[in-house]
T-cell receptor, first 114, second 115 residues
Framework: AQSVTQLDSQVPVFEEAPVELRCNYSSSVSVYLFWYVQYPNQGLQLLLKYLSGSTLVKGINGFEAEFNKSQTSFHLRKPSVHISDTAEYFCAVSSNTNAGKSTFGDGTTLTVKP | DAGVIQSPRHEVTEMGQEVTLRCKPISGHNSLFWYRQTMMRGLELLIYFNNNVPIDDSGMPEDRFSAKMPNASFSTLKIQPSEPRDSAVYFC?????????????FGQGTRLTVV
């Protein structure tokens, strides 16, 4: 079985400040990790994914995430946020045993204030 | 590519009525997922198809819900009879393969309100 925990349900931050959205996962096998973003009244879209190789993954819109196997974490970071980054962010995990399904976290609402 | 297309975008119906949600996946994708999103329960996977065959429907809440995929370019999610607690945003997503390392591409969703 696998699970995802997003440690913060809401993260308020001022514009141009750095941000970190935290994600921990649980799995007994090798995992593949994803971050998605959902803007209001939209579907989810992929920000970045970790499959293998370098543990630092760069995605769209200046976001990056670091896979830490020992801490079973995949935290999302951005050095300087913009108002347009206000959205809900979902961490997801899939594995060899789950036949293509991803398990999603509960989401973190990022609110960027001017 | 137009992406995953869902219809309708909004649906308001009375309790007890039948509701049908529609999805056209991205051409060439052979995995299709139906999700439900609510404030209380977050994003829940309802059912997953691969090559038009239902692989896992363990997330379907009850017998009132049914899903079909008659061909590679079309899927429906039906609720009969609908209840107010079915009010949610329903997402369809598709994926290019059965590979566990491939991300899902989501449609815009259908916002269902049952009154």
């Amino acid at each position: 079985a696998q699970s995802v925990t997003q440690l913060d349900s809401q993260v308020p931050v001022f514009e141009e400040a750095p941000v970190e959205l935290r994600c921990n996962y649980s799995s007994s096998v090798s995992v593949y990790l994803f971050w998605y973003v959902q803007y209001p009244n939209q579907g989810l879209q992929l920000l970045l994914k970790y499959l293998s190789g370098s543990t630092l993954v760069k995605g769209i819109n200046g976001f990056e995430a670091e896979f830490n196997k020992s801490q079973t974490s995949f935290h999302l970071r951005k050095p300087s946020v913009h108002i347009s980054d206000t959205a809900e962010y979902f961490c997801a995990v899939s594995s060899n045993t789950n036949a293509g399904k991803s398990t999603f976290g509960d989401g973190t609402t990022l609110t960027v204030k001017p | 590519d137009a992406g995953v297309i869902q219809s309708p975008r909004h649906e308001v119906t009375e309790m007890g009525q039948e509701v049908t949600l529609r999805c056209k996946p991205i051409s060439g994708h052979n995995s299709l997922f139906w999700y439900r999103q609510t404030m209380m329960r977050g994003l829940e996977l309802l059912i997953y198809f691969n090559n038009n065959v239902p692989i896992d429907d363990s997330g379907m809440p009850e017998d009132r819900f049914s899903a079909k995929m008659p061909n590679a370019s079309f899927s429906t999610l039906k609720i009969q009879p609908s209840e107010p607690r079915d009010s949610a945003v329903y997402f369809c997503a598709s994926s290019p393969s059965t590979g566990i390392y491939t991300e899902a591409f989501f449609g815009q969703g259908t916002r269902l309100t049952v009154v």
